[in-house]
C-alpha cells in the first residue's frame, strides 16, 4: 500500500474511533458487489478473508454502514454493496448499567444504547445456550447480550401482572420486556 493510501486510511480510522453512537446505514440502493470475505464471528470479532481485523477504528468505520436486510447483512456505501456473513448478532452487549431506572448496554463498539420501545430486548432460547437475550441497537442490527451481562440483566428481573398473568422480565423505564416472548407496556 502506498504512503499516501496509508496516511488517509490512518486518517479515516482515526475518525472513525472516535464515533461513539453511530446512525443506520443510509438509504442507499448500489449495485451488489462480490463477496470479499467479511465475516462477524459468534464472539463480535471482524474477518477479512479469514483473518482478525485488529483495527478497532476500522472495525467503527465498517460498522457505520452495517445494514440488514431481507437477504442478509451487508456494508452499504454509495457505489457498491458487500455482504457480510454474521454468525448469530453483528454486535456484543457487553456492559450494563441502571440511570433513572432504565437499562443502559455498552456495545463492544461503545455505542450507548437505552433499552425502550426504539430499543426492544428480545429473549430467545438456543438449544445449548440457555436464555439469549439480543438489544436492538439501530436499524434492524442486533447485540447478543454477553453471558455475563446476561447474569446482570435477570438480576434485575421481577414479576408483574400483564394481561391478568404473573409475568417475568425486565423493565427499563416505562417498558416490561417479558423474558421469553417480548415487550408489555
Not at 443510509?26 to 451488489?32: E, H, K, S, Y
Not at 465498517?62 to 451487508?74: K, M, N, T, W
Request: charged share 25%.
Amino acid at each position: 500500500m502506498a504512503e499516501a493510501e496509508k496516511g488517509r486510511l490512518d486518517a479515516v480510522a482515526a475518525a472513525a474511533a472516535q464515533l461513539t453512537n453511530l446512525p443506520s446505514a443510509p438509504a442507499w440502493n448500489p449495485p451488489l458487489c462480490a463477496d470479499i470475505g467479511l465475516k462477524i464471528t459468534r464472539d463480535g470479532a471482524w474477518h477479512y478473508q479469514n483473518s482478525p481485523i485488529s483495527r478497532p477504528a476500522l472495525v467503527k468505520l465498517f460498522a457505520s454502514v452495517l445494514r440488514r436486510e431481507a437477504d442478509g447483512h451487508f456494508l452499504v456505501t454509495p457505489v457498491e454493496k458487500v455482504p457480510v456473513e454474521v454468525e448469530d448478532a453483528p454486535f456484543l452487549a457487553v456492559d450494563l448499567w441502571m440511570e433513572d431506572e432504565r437499562l443502559i448496554f455498552r456495545t463492544n463498539l461503545g455505542e450507548k444504547v437505552t433499552a425502550g420501545l426504539d430499543h426492544p430486548l428480545r429473549f430467545e432460547r438456543g438449544a445449548a445456550d440457555g436464555l439469549k437475550p439480543y438489544l436492538l441497537v439501530r436499524g434492524d442490527l442486533w447485540a447478543l447480550v454477553t453471558r455475563a451481562v446476561t447474569f446482570d440483566l435477570v438480576a434485575q428481573a421481577d414479576t408483574r401482572l400483564v394481561n391478568g398473568r404473573e409475568e417475568t422480565g425486565v423493565a427499563s423505564g416505562e417498558t416490561f420486556f417479558i423474558i421469553g416472548t417480548g415487550i408489555s407496556k
